[in-house]
């Protein structure tokens, strides 16, 4: 499996963002595709996850804010950040796993990572 990010960068507060991840491997192993943040000073934390068939997870940092899609014809998914804030800023990876229960814990595969940066 491999789990490739685009689309990060730079934002003012306020702003938005949108980032995907393109995955390659079996339909199992994509089953749940979801994003993981790294922001400084802190552990890798969940923030958002997608199962197949469109089911939802979120941290409640983000809910409401960052809303997760998906493509299942490209196993593509998108993950759009609204009002963002300085504290959003980070090192966003890309996970999956075939379990949407099990992503938010314990992903399988996880991308490289992007480095997403919201300041003034």
């Known amino acids: 499996v491999e789990l490739v990010e685009s689309g990060g960068g730079w934002v003012q507060p306020g702003g938005s963002l949108r980032i995907a991840c393109v995955g390659s491997?079996?339909?199992?192993?994509?089953?749940?595709m979801g994003w993981y943040r790294q922001t400084p000073g802190k552990e890798r934390e969940f923030v958002a996850a997608i199962a197949r068939g469109g089911t939802t997870d979120y941290a409640d940092s983000v809910r409401n804010r960052f809303p997760i899609s998906r493509d299942n014809t490209k196993n593509t998914i998108y993950l759009q950040m609204n009002s963002l804030k300085p504290e959003d800023s980070g090192v966003y990876y890309c996970v999956a796993h075939w379990s949407l229960a099990e992503i938010t814990q314990r992903p399988n595969y996880w991308g490289q990572g992007i480095q997403v940066t919201v300041s003034s």
């Open positions: 491997g079996s339909a199992l192993s994509l089953g749940a």
